[in-house]
């Protein structure tokens, strides 16, 4: 007995359409493009400015942020001048160090006036964050 299609084979059909190959082809990269969890770093980028004599801080010490755009971070969340100067009292009371990641395209005036109200607040220790060549 034969089948229709093996006779349709044998007689006209001499080549096979790929187009519901490439639909389901296509399908496919659309469910895993739709499935597949994307990873998200957490943290604000910063493009940190790059030192040759920098040195690495091996204690512990309050990150606070300075984005391109001059916005204030700790701990990832936006803070204003007051809600740090606030912070940074406590920080000097417990004599803790404080580090300055600020963004290359972040103006200089912005990071120097972090660095002022910690150093007239009490602290010590103010470091600024670099890319070491």
Do not use: C
């Not at 990269?29 to 790059?50: C, D, E």
């Amino acid at each position: 007995m034969r089948f229709k299609r093996h006779i349709e084979l044998e007689h006209g059909l001499r080549q096979i359409d790929i187009a519901p190959l490439v639909d389901v082809i296509f399908q496919l990269l659309i469910f895993f493009m739709l499935t597949s969890s994307f990873i998200i770093p957490s943290g604000i980028r910063v493009n940190l400015p790059k030192a040759v004599t920098s040195q690495m801080v091996k204690s512990r010490s309050l990150e606070v942020v300075v984005s391109g755009e001059n916005v204030i971070y700790i701990d990832s969340r936006v803070v204003t001048i007051q809600e740090l100067k606030s912070i940074l009292k406590g920080l000097a009371a417990h004599n803790q160090p404080l580090l300055i990641k600020a963004d290359r395209r972040a103006q200089l005036g912005r990071v120097v006036e972090i660095w002022d109200m910690a150093r007239n607040l009490g602290l010590s220790q103010v470091n600024i964050a670099t890319f070491q060549e």
